[in-house]
């Protein structure tokens, strides 16, 4: 559903599967629930392939955690060495005691980017900026405490010394850090304070979509700050639930719905050399999104993509930090469906006003580059039948760019390199398969983490010219001793006769052609997902494994609508989400009931979120293919959901009434033939539990009969150890009734 659902539900739904179910098997080489879903106790040991902690560059340093150790591994020498311990930090600092309060290990870490040896290590009390290099306290600053809480650290400046944080009561604040020896308070400069939920500063808006996922935003020399100020007074609260208390308590959040008024965001510039605050005056209209912030390398100015309510419009405009002044309008883009900006501007490190733009102007996502200099002067880089996934870096000299990107295949992920001018196109890890990938700061190696079918994980350091220059690991098969199903990718043709879709099939262990099976579908069917990789196993997680372990086929296919395929394979749900998606999951029905070892009376289908819906519209409009469902958190009436998301696939329920009367699955509760289990966490504010209510209600009216089970206290997925009842529950419901 939205991107942050999405990097949470799917994290955790691609690294397993979807749900996974198992008693404790005695049968040597069957998993067990607790060994292939995450809280499970064995899934780190037994099921999910080995990996080397928190591996990444701390400036030219390609270092990694082991235990209470920082390490560093490079191409040049045989053995890692230790750069850090718990112990030699524990030495640097007083007032904590790390030792006992982490368990021996290693607080929450990262680099400072163009800070080469400077390391930031984050407690919940304090945060402290240490010199690895000479293994010294540079500067310190502690939150401040109220009870066993500390104020909510939001992020660093671009040279580690300053922070901005929030306090409990609401107030946000920026605070130099202190230097190391020096007792002095250092100034604490406010920037704002919430009133409540109603107007709140510095927070992600617009529902975390449009790439957005945080609020505030350093000028590059860390002189200024832009945030966003949210006011929500206009969009009415919506009461959740906490029963953790004896007495329950309501915790009400801001949900605006689709076709309902919406917030009003603006965006401030704090200036900590004057102490004041300017808003951008981008005036129009107050429901408009202002996303994809991004600062002028001269910090005097910054740049907003400002998309309009309808979703079809967009403006990217210059304005003056210091006056709020717009100043000039770079470009503008239009598409007669909608138009959905991710990044935000890249400047060249050249600081000539050169700057990357990603866009689906020509069909695909693509690089174009501009300058600030001259308007509208967007010329096209990239391009093919293909999608840049994500920008990686320039060279040095700026004259090259790093990114992944699909060109390989829509099911693989390739770390690629092309020259500013367009030429010299490289391949910088052609090996198949799904590609994880980061610079060195110098922009002359990268850590390549790897995986395919056959392939566990691969992590290697290679050379910015494509060279491998030593290999970190090479995972074993964590499943070698487990008796695994046999897996296949696949494609099939929409019905519109042209367009190809991929599939994975598992058969079940021991499979016998002349034997009919029970089989499954899993969906999700939605933007922004793609279930079906060249990953490990080909994406297929550990319930696709499991069940065929337990003698079910398992199928999963992307369907029209699904990610990374481009504009139109995505735009066709436009104003009629569930059509196409729906005709495309049965074109794989077909195929699978062509299949003689398919029992066609046995065919089940689940899906969470988007899959959810899917799953129930399959049950409702398909009543006599699917003889069991499984709906977790699922969508029952689009024009309950949130604005950002439902109006660009749906545009408002005023707009487009016939759209979602049609996929309104409360007015076709009496079309329940078959077992449907709905699932839904008590708090989720993503998708309400009142799509699941509601849809109750419409069959109790109609006198269908669905089954039900909930998750207190949880909100759009269930994590942790509660995942592993969950899981058992999902699949107990396929063995009983399939």
Known sequence: MRNRTLHTLFLATLLTGSAIYGYAQDAQGLYSLEEVTPGGQKFISNYYPKYIPRLQWIGDRCTYLEGDKLMESNAKEQSPKVLLTVSEIQNLITGEDLLHMYHGQLPHYYPIEGEPSLLAVQTWRAIYIIDLSQKKLLRSLSLQSQGDTADELVELSPDAKWLIARSSDGTLYMQQLEEAGRDKRTQRLVIAQNEGDTIVYGESVHQREFGIEKGIFWSPNGS?????????????????????????????????????????????????????????????????????????????????????RGQNHNEVNRYDAQSGARLA??????????????????????????????????????????????????????????????????????????????????????????????????????????????????????????????????????????????????????????????????????????????????????????????????????????????????????????????????????????????????QVIHRQVGTAEMDDQMRGVEFLQKQPWVDTERMGVYGWSFGGFMTTNLMLTHSDVF????????????????????????????????????????????????????????????????????????????????????????????????????????????????
């Open 224 to 308: 200024k700050v832009a945030f966003y100020r949210m006011d929500q007074s206009m969009v009415a609260p919506y009461p959740l639930v906490d029963i953790t208390p004896h007495k329950a308590k309501e915790v009400p959040v801001r949900y605006p719905m689709a076709g309902e008024p919406s917030h009003h965001v603006t965006l401030g510039v704090f200036d900590r050399t004057t102490g004041q605050t300017v808003y951008m005056q981008t005036g129009g209209d107050p429901e408009h999104y202002l996303t994809n912030i991004a600062w002028d390398p001269d910090n005097r100015s910054l740049y907003i993509a400002e998309v309009n």
């Open 329 to 570: 309008t770079l470009f503008v883009e239009d598409d007669p469906k909608y138009i959905e900006p991710q990044s935000p501007m890249i400047f060249l490190p050249t600081n000539d006003g050169r700057y990357l733009w990603l866009s689906r102007k020509d069909g695909y996502n693509h690089f174009y580059l501009g300058s600030t200099r001259k308007a509208n002067s967007l010329q096209q880089i990239t391009r093919g039948e293909w999608e840049v996934t994500e920008f990686k870096g320039f060279s040095q000299d700026g004259k090259t760019i790093f990114f992944e990107a699909t060109a390989a295949s829509p099911l693989e992920t390739r770390l690629y390199s092309i020259g500013i001018n367009g030429k010299n196109f490289v391949d910088l890890t052609p090996i198949e398969g799904v590609h994880r990938t980061s610079l060195n700061a110098s922009k002359t190696a990268f850590i390549d983490t790897y995986s395919s079918p056959s392939t566990p994980r691969i992590s290697r350091i290679v050379s910015t010219k494509g060279k491998e220059e030593k290999q970190l690991l090479k995972a074993e098969d964590p499943t070698k001793n487990a008796i695994m199903p046999e897996i296949t990718l696949g494609t099939l043709t929409a019905r519109d006769g042209k367009t190809t879709l991929h599939y994975r099939l598992l058969k079940p262990i021991n499979f016998d052609p002349n034997k009919k099976y029970p089989t499954i579908i899993y969906v999700y069917g939605g933007p922004h997902a793609q279930l079906v990789t060249k990953d490990w196993l080909a994406g297929a997680g550990g319930w696709d494994v499991y069940m065929a372990q337990q003698g079910y086929v398992v199928f999963t296919l992307d369907n029209r609508g699904s990610a990374r395929r481009g504009r139109d394979f995505e």
């Open 627 to 738: 003889k069991v469902g499984v709906a977790g958190g699922p969508v029952m009436d689009w024009s309950r959901y949130e604005v950002m998301y439902g109006e660009r696939y749906n545009d408002t329920p005023q707009e487009n009434l016939e759209g979602y009367q049609q996929n309104n699955l409360t007015l076709r509760a009496g079309d329940l033939k078959g077992r449907l289990l709905l699932i839904h966490g008590t708090v989720d504010n993503v998708v309400l539990w009142q799509h699941a209510q509601a849809f109750v209600q419409a069959c109790i009216n109609q006198r269908t009969y669905p089954d039900c089970m909930y998750y207190p206290g949880h909100e759009h997925n269930v994590l942790g150890k509660d995942r592993v009842h969950l899981n058992q529950t999902i699949t107990r419901y396929f063995q009983d009734h399939l």
